[in-house]
């Protein structure tokens, strides 16, 4: 039970810090309304089936400076 706890406060940290290096933008809606979100991979495949089958080819997804772009534009920020 404290090893899961710690695990929880320890990814808390990972996510509260902006400095933290980021794998892949997950971008919204369009024109001025659209926002990018900045996530890692790898919590987005372990958390979310949908995730698991998006990222299953991760190296055939199309990246800007390495980092791997998600388009959902077709969803409003507020929504996602």
Same mark, same amino acid.
């Given at each position: 039970?404290?090893?899961?706890?710690?695990?929880?406060?320890?990814?808390?940290?990972?996510?509260?810090?902006?400095?933290?290096?980021?794998?892949?933008?997950?971008?919204?809606?369009?024109?001025? @309304?659209?926002?990018?979100?900045?996530?890692?991979?790898?919590?987005?495949?372990?958390? @979310?089936? *949908?995730?698991?089958?998006?990222?299953?080819?991760?190296?055939?997804? *199309?990246?800007?400076?390495?980092?791997?772009?998600?388009?959902?534009?077709?969803?409003?920020?507020?929504?996602?």
């Amino acid at each position: 039970m404290f090893l899961l706890k710690d695990f929880s406060r320890d990814i808390g940290k990972l996510l509260e810090n902006s400095r933290n290096t980021h794998d892949i933008i997950i971008r919204v809606g369009e024109g001025t @309304s659209q926002k990018d979100f900045r996530a890692h991979s790898l919590i987005l495949r372990v958390r @979310s089936r *949908y995730f698991q089958n998006e990222l299953t080819n991760i190296e055939k997804l *199309y990246k800007e400076n390495g980092i791997i772009v998600f388009d959902k534009r077709n969803y409003s920020p507020k929504i996602f």
